[in-house]
């Protein structure tokens, strides 16, 4: 097939694709819709369902790999790209760049909500077990100072949340626990490093981090999401959002 002919046939299978109905799931409209209410949608009979990848996103690779989302599926992830140049330029060790890397893939692909618990599931079977424990206790660090690594908290919380925000109790009882945790550092310094006004100007390519990427991510032959580890299927759901089941 030529380059036009690829083209064209990938514009076919588009336009097939969009005659499926593409049904979203609730949780993607839920508070702008109310979700015990049932959903009035345009007449449909006839129409087949999507059970596929969404043809409106970009096609990924058969086995792809954590970069391949981070390109394919992630929203801009200049953040965590900061995040972990600026561990590195710490003197970081590898595992702390890559949870610095890592430590928002949430908000950048899958649900923000309690971001730092998701990232820490989808990652568990992938990374040391210290690096996930450090990505889901950043979650409740970031709400709290620690004035001996110069972490204060974040100035941007008050305009974001107010100054009457206080933290859950899930929040500051995770805090408490990872407080007396061997692995506490680790976790801290996610936050030490975490850029919370990064500078827009400054472009760090992915391709910095595939050597540290390569030595401290399983990447699964199969591809994430393939791989029938018990977080694939979240991967999959990344992949293909707008599936019907
Ligand atoms: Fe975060
Ligand atoms: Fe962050």
């Avoid at 994430?224 to 707008?242: E, K, N, Q, V």
Wanted: net charge negative; charged share 25%; with cysteine.
């Amino acid at each position: 097939m030529t380059t036009l002919e690829r083209a064209e046939a990938a514009e076919h299978a588009m336009s097939e694709e969009l005659d499926r109905v593409i049904v979203k799931s609730v949780l993607y409209t839920s508070g702008e819709l109310d979700p015990t209410k049932p959903v009035t949608r345009p007449p449909d009979e006839g129409k087949l369902r999507l059970m596929g990848p969404d043809p409106r996103l970009p096609q990924m690779p058969d086995k792809p790999t954590i970069l391949d989302f981070f390109t394919y599926r992630f929203a801009p992830a200049n953040h965590m790209l900061q995040s972990a140049r600026l561990a590195q330029k710490n003197g970081a060790e590898e595992k702390v760049v890559l949870a610095c890397l890592l430590h928002d893939i949430a908000i950048a692909g899958f649900i923000r909500s309690d971001h730092g618990y998701w990232a820490a599931q989808l990652l568990e079977p992938y990374v040391d077990e210290e690096v996930s424990w450090a990505i889901r206790y950043h979650q409740a660090l970031r709400f709290f100072a620690d004035e001996s690594v110069g972490y204060r908290y974040p100035e941007m919380y008050v305009k974001l949340f107010g100054p009457d925000y206080k933290p859950e109790p899930y929040i500051e009882r995770a805090y408490r626990e990872a407080r007396d945790h061997k692995w506490y550092m680790t976790s801290r310094l996610i936050c030490v490093n975490d850029l919370y006004s990064f500078d827009p100007t400054v472009q760090v390519r992915l391709e910095e981090f595939t050597d540290i990427v390569g030595r401290n991510f399983k990447q699964p032959k199969e591809g994430l999401g393939f791989d029938d580890s018990p977080t694939a299927h979240m991967w999959r759901t990344i992949i293909a959002p707008t599936k019907y089941l």
